[in-house]
């Protein structure tokens, strides 16, 4: 094996003990948020199964809620997926206030809100893009534990690689062996059964991230990759979407206000209703939203006079958006999932994937059973570890020079360009490496970095 194997083992470990309570906790809320939809109609079940007959209009439903919070601004309508079902008017409170989703039933009544923020969804997507800490540094460590897990699977696989060796430990493990034996192989054949899913996982989740999906957007424009907005976000970047002030809707009642409406183009609740019933006609994948004239949000195209009625599934290839001017009557573009370029198809797919929702309920349990052997080989690895764990030392693989390895060179250059937040850590540890660590002789013992 020469001296290349105990390096990458080297590195494999340190990646391990980076990465090992990232992969634990991402791997988990991810497991938590594949099934959003049934969470999500699990959590509004108090708006379900309501009465159908004697309806009022859209206009007046929003009109109800409008009364329950007075001085909110209208942002958009989500139609019930159901019959029976409660309609959802987001609303953002008064004077610039937090928003609120007022769910209003089919005859009128306002039946609760709720805060989109304390949502089960909502925390547990803070969880696994930021990690709680919010903002870009909660999704920047999320990042780098992506890059970092990457190179751990990688180096896993070479680690793994047969040579020479039946399948037993390899395809299947030995389960009856015990000790050192058994948990050895419980992470490798497990690491290897999953890593083509984990990769999978960790590479359509890049787009969200704040350096590489940054990097990936000025890419994507500078070879004009482009064919309408993308449809993914930064996490952690994303702006408000709620307006800071509004005006006067001029629904009718003078109840709230509203970033649609201005002297010269008011809030019409007859176009509202059209435009309810158009989304109704188009049967668009849940949930089908209208957003009204300058609306902020992406989809709103603050400033802009547009009526928008779009499908925000989150199976991406069923998205529609058609937007239509004031009167409701033109369709001034129709923008689906097919008409996108193909790089953003490619990401919308992997997204979708990532997410749990391509393939239904089956993304769902292999995206589950992905992120349980994950937690399987970050458990197996680290019990590995404990084991074999000298006293007083971190037990890492004794450092070795790899001497002349072009290849090796090659595959870390391209995982530096490809992984930019990688690259950028992987300077910072061998600086720290050479100025600092290596001048304390306990500690560079202790890290592995010199021999006893």
């Known amino acids: 094996m020469g001296a290349l194997y105990p390096a990458i083992w080297r590195w494999h470990f340190y990646a391990g003990v980076l990465v090992i309570p990232f992969v634990v906790l991402l791997s988990l809320s991810g497991a938590v948020y594949l099934f959003k939809p049934q969470v999500e109609r699990w959590e509004e079940r108090a708006f379900h199964a309501q009465p159908v007959s004697a309806p009022v209009a859209p206009n007046q439903q ?3 809620a409008l009364q329950r919070y007075p001085g909110a601004v209208f942002l958009d309508y989500r ?226 006079m547009l009526w928008t009625i779009r499908s925000d599934a989150q199976n991406q290839p069923l998205r529609t958006t058609i937007r239509y001017d004031l009167t409701g009557h033109t369709v001034l573009s129709r923008e689906s999932f097919a008409d996108g370029h193909p790089i953003d198809r490619a990401v919308g797919y992997g997204i979708a994937w990532h997410e749990g929702q391509l393939f239904g309920l089956l993304n769902q349990i292999v995206g589950l059973l992905t992120a349980l052997a994950l937690v399987m080989v970050a458990i197996s690895g680290a019990i590995m570890w404990l084991r074999r764990r000298p006293t007083g030392s971190l037990g890492a693989p004794p450092a070795r020079s790899v001497g002349n390895r072009p290849l090796l060179a090659v595959l870390v250059a391209c995982l530096a360009v490809l992984l930019p937040l990688f690259a950028f850590s992987l300077v910072a540890i061998i600086l720290l490496e050479i100025f600092v660590l290596r001048r304390f002789s306990s500690l560079s013992r202790w890290l592995g970095l010199r021999s006893a």
């Not at 176009?271 to 994948?285: E, G, H, P, S, T």
């Open 62 to 64: 929003l009109d109800v």
């Open 79 to 304: 139609l019930p997926e159901q019959a029976g079902d409660a309609a959802l008017i987001r609303l953002s409170l008064a004077n610039g206030g937090p928003v609120r989703e007022v769910f209003v039933s089919p005859r009128g009544d306002v039946l609760g809100a709720i805060d989109p923020d304390r949502r089960i969804m909502a925390i547990t997507k803070r969880v696994h893009s930021q990690l709680l800490v919010g903002g870009e540094v909660g999704n920047r460590l999320v990042e780098l534990a992506a890059c970092w897990a990457i190179v751990l699977i990688l180096s896993g696989l070479y680690l793994w690689w047969p040579r020479g060796r039946g399948g037993a430990g390899v395809v299947w493990p030995r389960l009856t062996r015990g000790g050192r034996v058994f948990w050895r192989d419980l992470h490798a054949v497990t690491g290897f059964w999953v890593s083509s899913l984990a990769l999978v996982m960790l590479v359509s989740g890049l787009p969200w991230t704040s350096v590489w999906g940054t990097a990936f957007g000025a890419v994507r424009a500078e070879l004009g990759w482009v064919n309408g907005p993308a449809q993914w976000d930064i996490d952690g970047a994303k702006p408000s979407s709620a307006p800071a002030t509004g005006q006067g809707h001029g629904h009718g009642h003078g109840h709230g206000s509203g970033p649609m409406s201005t002297p010269d183009a008011p809030f019409n609740p007859q176009v509202f209703d059209q435009m309810v019933q158009d989304a109704r006609a188009q049967a668009l994948a849940f949930p089908a939203i209208v957003t009204p004239p300058g609306a902020p949000g992406r989809f709103g195209a603050p400033g802009q």
